[in-house]
């Protein structure tokens, strides 16, 4: 007569079933991901293609000011500049300090609600 299988307390029974179906479920749902941000990336950038196009009349007004140079002044010197205000050219290596200035008396279309 054949012995019975029991199993012992506490070992954990094989079930290489589960991980098979945990790989394939894990390689599904990376394929599908990776298949959705494929997707999202034409989208976006047939959306900006479209944007561009609608903007090409906008961008034939813009401006363009001449390259007048990006060197530094010696502290004191002053640069002269072509257009006001400056648009480019020598400046200053320094910061300008920071002004604490109540909210009140800034003119309204600089405050914030």
């Known amino acids: 007569m054949a012995k019975k299988k029991t199993r012992k307390p506490g070992r954990a029974v094989p079930r290489p079933w589960l991980f098979r ?5 894990f390689l599904l749902l990376l394929a599908g991901s990776l298949l959705w941000w494929i997707g999202a990336q034409s989208r976006t950038y047939a959306a900006f293609q479209e944007a561009a196009r609608r903007g090409q009349p906008a961008l034939s007004r ?3 000011f001449p390259e007048e140079g990006r060197v530094h ?3 004191g010197e002053r640069a002269p500049y072509r257009t006001d205000p400056p648009t480019s050219g020598p ?3 320094e910061s300008v ?3 604490s200035t109540p909210r009140n ?3 309204s279309a600089w405050s914030t609600p």
């Open 97 to 99: 300090p920071l002004v």
């Open 62 to 64: 813009v401006e363009i």
């Open 105 to 107: 008396s800034l003119p």
């Open 91 to 93: 400046h200053s290596p």
């Open 21 to 25: 179906g945990l790989g394939i479920a």
């Open 73 to 75: 002044l010696a502290p």
